[in-house]
């Protein structure tokens, strides 16, 4: 029901965007958000944007990634700048109801590679 794309190859300082489609659900009643996962790490959050567009990211990558949603096109989106090697990882989509977190999906990833 997510369908996560936009991953790819980049150098570090380049930009990516990523999109996550999503079908099935009524899009615009959900919080949605982006998680990463490193080589032999846990995954993290990365940045939200609630059903009410209030977003929120963390600190390693405020002033650099930009998360939106376009409800009219059930898209999620994670716009990437002055992207570093750490930015290097799976990449998740999420979306949570705005009145259960029991009712929540996962996206399959999207892969990111920074080179340096």
């Known amino acids: 029901q997510l369908q996560a794309s936009g991953g790819g190859l980049a150098q570090a300082g380049g930009s990516l965007r990523l999109s996550c489609v999503a079908s099935g659900i009524i899009f615009s009643i959900f919080d949605m958000g982006w998680y990463r996962q490193a080589p032999g790490k846990q995954r993290e959050w990365v940045a939200t944007?609630?059903?009410?567009?209030?977003?929120n990211s963390a600190d390693s990558v405020k002033g650099r990634f930009i998360i939106s949603r376009d409800n009219a096109k059930n898209t999620l989106y994670l716009q990437m700048n002055s992207l570093k090697p750490e930015d290097t990882a799976v990449y998740y989509c999420?979306?949570?109801?705005?009145?259960?977190?029991?009712?929540?999906?996962w996206g399959q990833g999207t892969l990111v590679t920074v080179s340096s």
């Open positions: 999420n979306a949570v109801h705005r009145r259960s977190t029991f009712v929540n999906y």
């Open positions: 944007v609630s059903s009410g567009d209030t977003t």
